[in-house]
């Protein structure tokens, strides 16, 4: 097989000081001062923010194998608890222990590699496994790509595909997720990678796929007896069919799509997979079960393109817009792939069918297939174990016919969300209601609400949080039938251990008078003496970074922001969404990093530094 095609194959499956100086009064901010009417469930100011990371492979996962990674998932989770772990690269650390975490091994051929090489196992006696325990490289070679091809044909192999082995190998994963179960400390969560990557292309030389993967997580009380993969179909809405037959049975589940920046458009699409316009049917199955999308992770992020949001200047942030590919990858399209033009798209169809299929809160996660989450840019051990586990090999690869790009990759992101306790049944309760975030790796808190005005909420009241939770929605709620224009609160406070904020933004999407999305970005909370200039734009904060070092300072930006901001725009009669941004200062790159170690100059296609943010869920407003 061409080792080209071979590489495609497995690819396929590859796809988280100073003191405030306080905001400015600019236009829309208002200082706090009447009861407001919109109200939410009950737990108020116990919530506290969690961070975690619901996308990780272990050895379990087909291309993790092949990447020379031979851990399990109990050592991914081990990873997560801040424990040491070997990869192919050496031994790996996380800096802080995360409170959450899902390891979702793909669902196709889930662990059946790692039992190629058990004695123990039936699978050991298999002719292919002895080829892919071949020291003879072209042998196991040819053994993985057979493996591979059926996979990326979505052809199984009977060998490998038995039903009985499936639900072993997956009890067992369900098994050690339970194990590592510690509620109040650290919370698990069954599941897996549903891996569609429909190709295309008649030239095998030259052929590509898109990603439309989905994560399947599990609250953990009961689970599936075989999880969905994509030999049982490739097409989501089959997908969300399983998922309806399993909630029938007690069983609650959601998928949480990642990537849409590499779909190729398929993402969020304005028709079905199967080619049919989308209806009311197809809206409400998307709804139902996919109340959230991951928007960064090691493959970049899916919130924003500049060629989408042109008037943005921070919408070209970690873009890595390729599609999966023999060869050098061609772009993914940008229209249908990204999030913030999902947002509007959807409340079009908010409006035609009743119901809104991209009503989804956002979240962060890694994606990593070396069982240990790449999240911070000075602890950076990248992504794939054997292929980029030195500064070496990630900066050096840029040749025109590379596979992947490992030097645009990104440090990995982490799943925020307000929760009552760190506990299955908080944490899980908490992905559903959409109170959740996004961040690039940073562990920023964000609150973020949204009413009539919070006049009687004082900052420095110790129940303000509980005022807001009794007189707004937080992130991922509702707004209806507002006669003026409503009012949002946002809290933000740094990373203890990270770097000063730079400034807090709100985005508002609506459907304008001519029935089309519209979008606009606001400044609204930001550091430092800085004004508005004529064209209502915030200069830049500066920067403090040292490059050859790879350091800076926390000598510039707040420790905290907060206030109160209302939409001078409203149109009562308009459906429209705000979600937050929030960017921090300046700070090294994690190829910044690499080059200090490796004593070079940083690629010139690559920036030496990262303006590291978070994204809140959306905040709906309906009309009556």
């Known amino acids: 097989m061409n080792i080209k095609i071979y590489l495609f ?54 291309d993790a194998f092949i990447y020379n990674v031979r851990t399990d998932p109990g050592d991914a989770y081990s990873y997560a608890r801040g424990i040491p772990i070997k990869s192919p690269a050496g031994t790996i650390k996380i800096k802080r222990p995360l409170d959450f975490a899902s390891v979702t ?22 002719d292919i496994a002895s080829k892919v325990r071949s020291p003879d490289r072209a042998q196991s070679i040819a053994a993985f790509g057979e493996v591979g091809t059926s996979i990326a044909s979505n052809v199984p192999l009977d060998q490998l595909y038995d039903p009985s082995i499936m639900s072993t190998t997956w009890e067992k994963a369900v098994e050690i997720a339970d194990d590592h179960y510690e509620p109040g400390v650290f919370t698990t969560f069954p599941g897996y990678e549903w891996t569609s990557s429909p190709r295309f292309g008649d030239d095998p030389e030259n052929l590509y796929a898109a990603n439309l993967h989905r994560n399947v997580i599990y609250r953990g009380n009961k689970v599936s007896s075989i999880p969905f993969s994509s030999f049982d179909s490739q097409d989501p809405e089959e997908l969300w069919k399983w998922m ?12 949480i799509p990642h990537n849409a920046n590499m779909s190729d458009g398929l993402m969020f699409p304005k028709e079905t997979f199967s080619g049919r316009p989308i209806d009311r049917n197809y809206a409400q199955l998307r ?87 790449t999240i911070e840019e000075d602890n950076y051990s990248g992504k794939f174990g054997g292929l980029d586990g030195t500064p070496g090999q990630r900066l ?22 307000w929760a009552e306790e760190n506990t299955r049944e908080a944490i899980y309760k908490a992905l559903k209601r959409k109170e959740t975030f996004a961040t690039s790796g940073t562990r920023l808190q964000l609150r973020f609400f949204g009413g009539s005005d919070f006049r009687d909420l004082d900052f420095e009241d110790s129940d303000w949080v509980k005022k807001a939770y009794t007189q707004g929605v937080p992130m991922g709620g509702d707004l209806r039938d507002f006669n003026e224009a409503p009012a949002f609160l946002i809290w933000v406070a740094k990373d203890p251990d990270g770097a000063n904020l730079d400034r807090v933004q709100i985005i508002k999407a609506w459907i304008d008078q001519n029935g089309n999305p519209a979008e606009r970005t606001y400044d609204v909370l930001w550091s430092e003496d800085r004004e508005l200039d004529t064209n209502g734009d915030l200069p830049p904060v500066g920067s403090t970074v040292n490059v050859p070092d790879a350091s800076y300072t926390n000598s510039i930006g707040a420790v905290s922001l ?60 309906h009309p009556n």
């Open 244 to 255: 309806e037959g399993e909630k029938s049975k007690g069983i609650d589940l959601i998928a």
């Open 105 to 126: 091994d793909h669902s196709e051929y889930l662990g059946v590699m790692m039992q190629m090489i058990n004695p123990e196992s039936p699978l050991y006696q298999l």
């Open 396 to 417: 050096a690869s840029d040749s025109a016919d590379a596979v992947v790009r490992f030097k645009y990759m990104s440090a990995a992101g982490l799943a925020g969300v």
């Open 562 to 621: 907060q206030g109160i901001w209302k939409d001078v725009d409203f149109d009562p009669a308009v459906p429209a969404l705000y979600f937050v941004r929030v960017l921090e200062i300046p700070t090294p790159r994690w190829s910044t990093f690499d080059a200090k170690e490796l004593g070079i100059e940083i690629p010139n296609t690559l920036d030496a530094t990262i303006q590291e943010r978070a994204w809140s869920s959306p905040i709906w407003y």
């Open 9 to 62: 194959l497995f690819i396929l499956l590859a796809a988280s000081c100073n003191q405030s100086t306080g905001p400015a009064q600019q236009p829309g901010l208002i200082s706090a001062d009447s009861k407001i009417e919109a109200t939410t469930d009950s737990y108020l100011s116990e919530r506290q923010a969690f961070f975690g990371d619901l996308h990780i492979h272990s050895g379990w996962s087909f």
């Open 287 to 373: 709804h139902d079960n996919e109340p959230l999308q991951e928007v960064v992770q090691v493959k970049g992020q899916s919130m924003s393109h500049p060629l989408l949001q042109t008037n943005d200047e921070f919408a070209n942030f970690e873009i890595y817009a390729f599609t999966f590919a023999i060869g050098a990858p061609p772009p993914s399209r940008p229209e249908g792939s990204y999030v913030r033009e999902a947002f509007g798209t959807g409340l079009q169809m908010g409006e035609q069918f009743g119901v809104n299929p991209y009503k989804f809160g956002i979240i962060g996660s890694s994606d990593t297939h070396n069982s240990g989450g």
